[in-house]
């Protein structure tokens, strides 16, 4: 089983829709991360959770929420889904060290 | 703030010749760098990291990298290219802020191999 887990791995949505996109990990890190990934721009953090009670904003977490629901769980909401919210989004774990971060499959979004 | 920087968004190379992709970071701290590898329609897997140990890294599949602090690099290399080579790569470095770590991704840089 993969150390990083993420669903669905490819969604499409309408513009104005909510939705989940979801991770769990196996790796038993306290730290859990998303990202978006967009051609030519690399990966950039949405939101970061270094505890269960610690949640932060990345770069970019303008239309986007998140729930660290346990340890193992952290979920990314899209409240109301725009079209320039189309991407890859990541889900990654670090352990405490951060000497390596573990990424999901990532999660493939379109919204039209 | 640090940032990173991937010199090439695309390299094309043939196979059985010498890969190097480049990366630049700034860093007011003792950096830990990355690099990263991303085949087409797959995740992110962890090809090598420096942590302040051996300037010199070897990673999988061949791959190795040095951590050049006067020069602020860490650049990816291969002695001999192979087909499934042809993938993207991350050069990451991991930021102390606020006394917390986060992981800076550069742009990316996608390698081509050519038969």
């Known amino acids: 089983d993969a150390d990083v887990t993420q669903t669905p791995r490819n969604r499409i949505t309408k513009t104005g829709k909510r939705i989940m996109l979801e991770c769990s990990q196996t790796?038993?890190?306290?730290?859990m991360y998303w990202y978006r990934q967009d051609p030519g721009l690399g990966l950039r953090l949405i939101y970061y959770?270094?505890?269960?009670?610690?949640?932060n904003k990345g770069e970019i977490s303008d239309g986007y929420s998140v729930s660290r629901q346990a340890q193992a769980k952290f979920s990314l909401s899209l409240e109301s889904a725009i079209p320039n919210q189309t991407a890859l989004y990541f889900c990654?774990?670090?352990?405490?060290?951060?000497?390596?971060?573990?990424f999901g499959q990532g999660t493939r979004l379109t919204v039209v | 703030a640090q940032s990173v920087t991937q010199l090439d968004s695309h390299v094309s190379v043939s196979e059985g010749t010498p890969v190097l992709l480049r990366c630049n970071y700034s860093?007011?701290?003792?950096?830990?760098l990355f690099w990263y590898v991303q085949h087409p329609n797959k995740g992110l897997q962890l090809l090598l990291k420096?942590?302040?140990?051996?300037?010199l890294v070897k990673g999988i599949n061949g791959f190795e990298a040095e951590f050049k602090k006067s020069e602020t690099s860490f650049h990816l290399t291969k002695p001999s290219a192979h087909m499934s080579d042809a993938a993207e790569y991350f050069c990451?470095?991991?930021?102390?802020?606020?006394?917390?770590?986060?992981?800076?991704f550069g742009t990316g840089t996608r390698l081509k191999v050519l038969a």
């Open positions: 959770s270094f505890d269960v009670k610690d949640i």
């Open positions: 790796k038993g890190h306290d730290r």
């Open positions: 990654a774990t670090s352990d405490p060290n951060h000497t390596e971060a573990f």
């Open positions: 860093s007011s701290y003792s950096p830990s």
């Open positions: 420096y942590t302040s140990a051996a300037t």
């Open positions: 990451v470095v991991s930021e102390l802020t606020s006394g917390t770590y986060k992981y800076i």
